[in-house]
């Protein structure tokens, strides 16, 4: 079964993290092999709710650009160095491959053999036999006579001239192996010499005597059907494949390796095979270049965002489930048709929650508690103007499911979040800020919610500082920071240090906007800041 991420916007907010969290457990009990993750740090708000209810953080999703592990290609597809040339070649035969890995015994890739190295072999081979003695039994079709040596080295000779020529020429040493029919003086010879291997052709038969004697020598013999040219042509064939192996093609890819960089290499490259190994040089298998169109897309459910901007990098290339939000429609496309569900709510926990209802699945107690407090940090405690009477109907139930009380539970949920004292103006602003396009504009809007806002306000000049770096080393137009006071119920806004900032934000307001100005009962950027910036823009 396929994994399904499901996964909130970039710099994640509580709603993001504990819906995408709501969100796998129901999918999971419904079967779908469903993992939460985040795209970035988690703020203190989130981390508090999770620990409080002793939920794990959900592990970081770096991309879902497409991965070698991606693509469908030949997973265990590799042979051990001590098979023989034969019984490769018939493998790639079989399988309708041109290449295939070469492991040892522990499984870590030693060389691809491809079937041009094979050809070579055919052409270029010399007379010296490395393998063992079942590799030659296999490929001659063979019986075994004698059986000393497990694995055969030496230098293969074939009878082809007088007995008495060959003996009175030929100088025995225990690494000969000869090929010889029924010729009784030469077997004579060659088990007095104590040879490595005597194969009998065309099931020639050997005297009682020999015999006795190469048992007392150790010489090793088989006996094959075959005719001496026959044998004579198939027993280099027996050799270990290792024996062609020339290590000149290290080039390997990871499972983690990115498929589009894989492209671009293999045009320089030229190959056709490509073993695949994991992090310890163990192979895993072999992808041939027909196999990359063959290619499983990352399958992903969007929750609490619908904006490329927003989401994960590498997007694109991942296949779209579902998406869970209630904002604006956004730029997300898809090549097939989704569940998209989109509502007018404060919260994606409050859709998720409905979701819960559809399906007929019981909520967890810890479950709803997170949900809950999901919703008490998009709507404020219910106060926020992108409430909706279901956000409230729905926050009542999650107070049953859970035991909790969602006021006391607020004020815990932002005190937790007000803490400002062990991270830099820079990484408050970062920690929720999102990015919004306007034609070919952008501009970027972070949000810190405080029960109550004083201490940031005493080191303003610090976040005004901080704004203007952030803008200056982005391609957006302007950043502006909302500090939101919930005991105040209203926002202090700061901005990068640019006239035509002011300029908009004078329009967008019909004030005039200076560095922490209060806008009393602005509390929802997505409802009250961003759509006026964006008629304004």
Aim: glycine content about 4%.
């Amino acid at each position: 079964m396929d994994k399904v991420y499901i996964f909130g916007h970039k710099f994640p907010d509580t709603d993001s993290v504990t819906s995408a969290i709501a969100l796998e457990y129901l999918k999971r009990s419904l079967g779908v092999y469903a993992e939460a993750r985040v795209l970035g740090e988690i703020n203190d708000e989130t981390k508090y709710i999770l620990d409080r209810f002793n939920i794990k953080t959900p592990k970081y999703l770096n991309n879902v650009k497409l991965q070698i592990r991606d693509i469908i290609y030949h997973k265990d597809f590799y042979l051990n160095e001590l098979l023989s040339i034969e019984d490769v070649h018939d493998y790639m035969v079989e399988n309708n491959i041109t290449g295939v890995p070469i492991v040892d015994s522990e499984n870590n890739f030693l060389d691809i053999i491809t079937a041009k190295m094979i050809l070579k072999e055919t052409f270029d081979t010399d007379n010296y036999l490395y393998t063992s003695y079942d590799n030659i039994l296999k490929s001659l079709q063979a019986s075994s006579v004698l059986r000393f040596d497990e694995e055969i080295k030496g230098v293969v000779n074939a009878v082809t001239y007088k007995s008495t020529t060959f003996i009175e020429t030929f100088e025995f040493t225990n690494e000969d192996i000869l090929i010889v029919g029924d010729r009784h003086s030469i077997i004579e010879a060659a088990v007095k010499n104590k040879v490595k291997l005597i194969i009998l052709t065309e099931d020639s038969n050997i005297k009682e005597e020999h015999l006795n004697l190469a048992k007392e020598n150790k010489v090793n013999i088989i006996k094959t059907k075959f005719n001496s040219f026959k044998t004579i042509k198939k027993i280099m064939f027996s050799n270990y494949i290792k024996k062609i192996s020339n290590g000149n093609r290290p080039i390997t890819l990871l499972e983690t390796d990115y498929y589009d960089d894989f492209l671009e290499e293999s045009k320089t490259l030229g190959y056709n095979n490509y073993p695949i190994v994991d992090k310890n040089g163990k192979c895993k298998g072999l992808l041939r270049l027909t196999d990359i169109r063959n290619r499983k897309r990352k399958k992903v459910i969007l929750v609490d965002h619908n904006e490329i901007s927003q989401s994960v990098d590498g997007l694109e290339e991942a296949e779209i489930l579902e998406v869970i939000d209630h904002h604006k429609i956004g730029d997300i496309s898809t090549n097939n048709p989704i569940n998209f569900r989109n509502m007018t709510v404060g919260s994606s926990n409050t859709i998720v929650y409905k979701l819960y209802r559809e399906s007929r699945i019981e909520i967890p107690r810890d479950i709803a508690s997170i949900m809950l407090g999901g919703i008490i940090s998009d709507t404020l405690a219910l106060t926020s103007p992108t409430t909706t009477d279901y956000d409230k109907e729905v926050v009542e139930k999650l107070e049953e499911i859970s035991g909790l009380n969602y006021k006391e539970f607020a004020t815990d949920i932002f005190n937790a979040s007000s803490n400002i004292d062990n991270k830099t103006p820079i990484e408050l602003i970062k920690t929720d800020i999102k990015t919004f396009n306007v034609g070919i504009k952008s501009f970027k809007v972070s949000q810190i919610i405080m029960m109550n806002a004083d201490k940031l306000l005493k080191d303003k000049d610090n976040y005004i500082s901080a704004l203007n770096d952030l803008k200056n080393a982005s391609e957006a137009s302007f950043v502006l920071l909302l500090v939101t006071d919930v005991l105040k119920n209203g926002s202090y806004i700061f901005f990068d240090n640019n006239q035509s900032t002011i300029n908009i934000l004078s329009r967008s307001f019909d004030v005039n906007v200076y560095e922490g100005l209060f806008l009393e009962d602005i509390v929802s950027r997505k409802k009250q800041v961003i759509p006026l910036i964006m008629e304004n823009e």
